[in-house]
C-alpha cells in the first residue's frame, strides 16, 4: 500500500519547507529539532480517534459527505457494525490545546473559503505554501509528526476548491483511509517491543524459524514440533494467536477459492479441546472472507479476514491471519490471531491482533 507522503508530484522536501502551524508558539511544521520535540507535551487520545479540523461549510456539504463515507465507514468482517475511526469535527476556530494534544489529527481546508471559517483556516499554513497550491492542483496533502505533541500524527488534505480536493481524495482514498490506521499500528508494535516476552519469542524461533513478537500477558496454552499456540486472558476479551509451519509444496496453496477448507482442516487438527475431542475451530459462513494480497516483511503473503466459530456453536467472533512461504526452506506458515469478546467492542482488540502477527518474518539466517 502506498504511503500518504508517496502520493505527490513535489517532493518531500519542498513540502517540508511548504506546511507550517503557524499559531501560537509551535514551530514550523517539519522543522523542529530533537530539543525542541523534548518540550511538547505527550499526545493523547483513545485509539482509533481522529480530531478533524475543518470549516463546518465544508463539515457539511460533499466533501464532509465524502470524508464520513471514508473514514466512519464499518470495519470489515466483523460481527457487529462498527466505525472505522471515532471521527470527531472541530471548527479551526475552536481548536484549543485539548484537542491539540491528541495523537490523530487531520486538517481539512480550501482556498476559495473566504468565509471566517476559512481566513481562520489558511493560519495553519504559510504564505508560500498557499502560494505552492494556488499553483499545483496535484499538491493535496501532506503528514507529519509531533507538531504540537510528541508522539503524534497529523493529516493535511487540501485543494484550491472543493470540487478539486474531493477529486483528488477519490483518486487516492486507499492510502488516505489506511493512514491513521498504519499510524496506530506503527505505535502499537513499538509498545509491543518494549513489553516483549523474549522467552517465548525465542521458543517460537527455534522451533518454526520464525520472528514474532509477542507482548506480555501471553502465555504459551498448546505446542508441538510444528505448531505453537499462544493465549492471553482478561476479564472481558481472550486473544489468540496460533501458527504452523509445513511443507511448501506448490502455490496451489494460495488458491482464495481453497482457503475455507485450508483453514478449516487446521483448526480441526489444531485448535482443539483436550477433555472434548470433537470440539476444534472453524469458521461461520455468514460471511465471505475477505483475502488481500500484501508485502508481509518482504514476503508475498495473502491476508484473511473472516468470522470463526467453535464447532459447536458456542462462541465465535472475528479472525484475522496470514499465509506465505519461504521457499528458500521450503516451510509454509499459518499464522492466526482471533479474538473471544462477547457484546464487546471488537475493533481495537482485532487491531492488536493484527498488529503483532504484523511482526512475523522469516529471519535472514534462515534466508541466507
Known amino acids: 500500500m502506498l504511503k500518504i507522503n508517496k502520493l505527490y508530484i513535489l517532493s518531500v522536501m519542498l513540502l517540508f519547507s511548504l506546511l507550517t ?3 501560537g508558539d509551535e ?3 517539519g522543522q523542529e529539532d530533537d ?3 523534548s518540550t511538547l507535551q505527550k499526545a493523547r487520545g483513545e485509539a482509533g480517534e481522529v480530531i478533524l479540523v475543518i470549516p463546518p461549510s465544508l463539515w457539511e456539504g460533499q466533501l464532509g459527505d465524502l ?7 464499518n470495519v470489515t468482517v466483523l460481527p457487529q457494525d462498527e466505525k472505522l475511526y471515532d471521527l470527531k469535527p472541530v471548527d479551526p476556530s475552536k481548536f484549543n490545546s485539548v484537542f491539540k494534544a491528541s495523537q490523530n489529527l487531520m486538517f481539512v481546508a480550501t482556498l476559495d473559503n473566504e468565509k471566517p471559517e476559512g481566513k481562520y483556516m489558511k493560519k495553519y499554513f504559510t504564505e508560500n505554501s498557499l502560494n505552492q497550491i494556488e499553483k499545483n492542483p496535484d499538491l493535496f496533502s501532506f503528514n507529519q509528526e509531533d507538531v504540537y ?7 493535511y488534505l487540501f485543494g484550491r476548491n472543493e470540487e478539486e480536493l474531493i477529486k483528488n481524495i477519490n483518486s487516492n482514498r486507499s492510502g488516505i483511509k489506511e493512514f491513521f490506521n498504519d499510524k496506530e499500528a506503527e505505535r502499537l508494535v513499538a509498545s509491543f517491543k518494549k513489553t516483549a516476552q523474549k522467552g517465548i519469542m525465542n521458543y517460537i524461533q527455534d522451533s518454526l524459524n520464525l520472528e514474532l513478537i509477542v507482548p506480555v500477558g501471553f502465555d504459551v496454552a498448546q505446542k508441538s514440533e510444528d505448531f505453537i499456540w499462544v493465549r492471553e486472558l482478561d476479564s472481558k476479551e481472550e486473544y489468540n494467536i496460533w501458527m504452523v509451519k509445513m511443507p511448501y509444496n506448490d502455490e496451489s496453496v494460495f488458491d482464495p477459492d481453497q482457503i475455507k477448507s ?3 482442516s487446521l483448526g480441526e ?3 482443539t479441546d483436550k477433555d ?3 470440539l476444534h475451530l472453524t469458521s461461520q459462513d455468514e460471511m465471505d472472507f475477505v483475502i488481500d494480497t500484501i508485502n508481509l516483511n518482504n514476503n508475498y503473503a495473502l491476508r484473511i479476514k473472516g468470522l470463526w466459530k467453535y464447532s459447536d456453536n458456542s462462541r465465535g467472533g472475528s479472525f484475522v491471519s496470514y499465509l506465505f512461504a519461504n521457499e528458500e526452506s521450503g516451510d509454509l506458515y499459518y499464522l492466526e490471531g482471533y479474538v473471544d469478546a462477547p457484546g464487546e467492542s471488537k475493533r481495537e482488540p482485532m487491531r492488536r491482533l493484527k498488529a503483532i502477527l504484523g511482526t512475523a518474518k522469516v529471519p535472514e539466517s534462515i534466508k541466507d
Open 262 to 264: 485450508f483453514r478449516n
Open 67 to 73: 470524508l464520513r463515507e471514508i473514514f466512519t465507514s
Open 27 to 29: 514551530g514550523k511544521g
Open 35 to 37: 530539543g525542541s520535540k
Open 149 to 155: 505533541a510528541r508522539g503524534q500524527e497529523v493529516l
Open 269 to 271: 487438527k489444531y485448535i
Open 21 to 23: 502551524v503557524s499559531c
Open 276 to 278: 472434548l475431542p470433537d
